[in-house]
């Protein structure tokens, strides 16, 4: 560890959390150095979707090394983008009759939404973006404008504008339809909400404590977005590449978004890879408006196209992980019931979800407990009081419940420790909103 405290920055976050030297990954197992196997439960925070050295892509990808493949190609056409985007056309977009175009940002997701919003501001001629509490964009100065978190604003060093941020769904409680207020302020010329270019929206709150906006608000929220013509702009980029169960994490909703931001599991091997989908006429780029150096993977094209073709040329795949994601429900539902007095709570959809544990001491506790029992698995929210399950898609039914019953055991020790449980503080009663 010498080396890490010496030189590494005191901005590593993760390392906190799990205070080992891991070199070796397979599936949904992490290795440290003395041989100690680890359940993971983080998949790099979503990104391995399909698992740590998934092998089909790890063949595709050693062959197309080994025959001096394209690394690095800034924009330029290579055989491997435009494999890539065949696969992508042929069985993600035509089966779902979407028609978009592919813009290739810099690697990572934040490099996505800063060109999404950059794209929304240059086609309306409008400033301003809707923003949801709890949203997570990035951190880089325009997705952290669109950020909610204090922790990640608090070190942008500068005013953060450009944004206006409205309640997300239940936000105000489980029975106020959110869309109504945002309908309300962009009607009245005296809201104080200047009419934006484009709302930004996750269909499901990764970093903001998995909070799931029901399908109902979604559909209401694209109403609004054409009834005062606004983009409509799909932060998929922990939600999406199957994580809910189908490809986009929007489709059960009917909807279809003006943009679409996409990153971690697109690449399929846990390699650097953004993209932005956007309607053709939205498509006012002049050549070079938007780059970067490191825009297009070659590596992460080939293993993008792989983790496509494996896996989303049927629905065989999607039909698993919607399975696998009830079995989560249902575990996570009962451990709510047996413990945490009644205040604890589930959260989420698919096979992306979460324990509400009321505060992130709890929840820290749980999953520090959990470590020491061989689970990797971290926690989000606003006080990181929610532990939030992220485990690769692919993991075996077996190594699914091993992990959950880790949770169960360190949940009830835990619990078994507490005095009391903090009850949910309710800011909103129903029935006084009413009278």
Known sequence: ??????????????????????????GEFLYDEEGNQYLDFLAGAGTLNYGHNNPLFKEKLLDYI??????????????????????????????????????????????????????????TGRENIIAFTNGFHGVSLGSLAATGNSHHRGAAGVSLSGTSRLPYDGYLGDHIDTTVYLDKVLTDSSSGIDKP????????????????????????????????????????????????????????????????TLSKSLGGYGLPFAVVLFRPELDHWKPGEHNGTFRGNNFAFVTAKAAIDHYWSDDEFSK????????????????????????????????????????????????????????????????????????????????????????????????AGEDSIPPQKKYFNVKQIAS
Not at 214 to 234: G, P
Request: glycine residues 10%; contains cysteine; aromatic residues 8%.
């Open 1 to 26: 560890m010498k080396i890490f405290e010496e030189i590494e920055s005191e901005v590593q976050s993760y390392a906190r959390s799990f205070p080992r030297i891991f070199n070796k990954a397979q």
């Open 66 to 123: 080994h025959r001096d493949g394209i690394t690095h190609g800034l924009d330029l056409h290579t055989k491997a983008k435009g494999e890539f985007l065949e696969s992508f056309n042929e069985k993600i977009l035509k089966p779902r009759k979407l028609d978009y175009v592919m813009q290739f940002t810099g690697p990572t997701g934040t490099n996505a939404v800063e060109a999404a919003l950059k794209l929304a501001r240059n086609i």
């Open 197 to 260: 270019a484009a709302v930004i929206v996750e269909t499901v709150q990764g970093e903001g404590g998995i909070n799931a906006a029901s399908f109902d608000w979604l559909r209401n929220l694209e109403k609004v977005c054409r009834k005062h013509d606004v983009l409509l702009i799909v932060d998929d980029i922990q939600a999406g590449c199957g994580r809910t169960g189908t490809y986009f994490s929007f489709e059960e909703a009917g909807i279809y978004p003006d943009i679409i």
């Open 320 to 415: 698993s992980v919607k399975k696998k994601g009830e079995y989560v429900a249902q575990r996570l539902q009962a451990i709510v019931d047996r413990y945490g007095d009644g205040n604890f709570t589930t959260r989420g959809r698919g096979m992306f979800r979460g324990i509400n544990c009321v505060n992130g001491e709890l929840a820290e506790k749980i999953t520090r407990r959990a470590f020491k029992q061989g689970l990797i698995i971290e926690t989000s929210g606003a006080d990181d009081q929610v532990v939030k399950l992220l485990c690769p898609l692919i993991i075996g039914e077996e190594n699914l419940k091993r992990g959950i019953d880790i949770i169960e055991n360190a949940i009830c020790e835990v619990c």
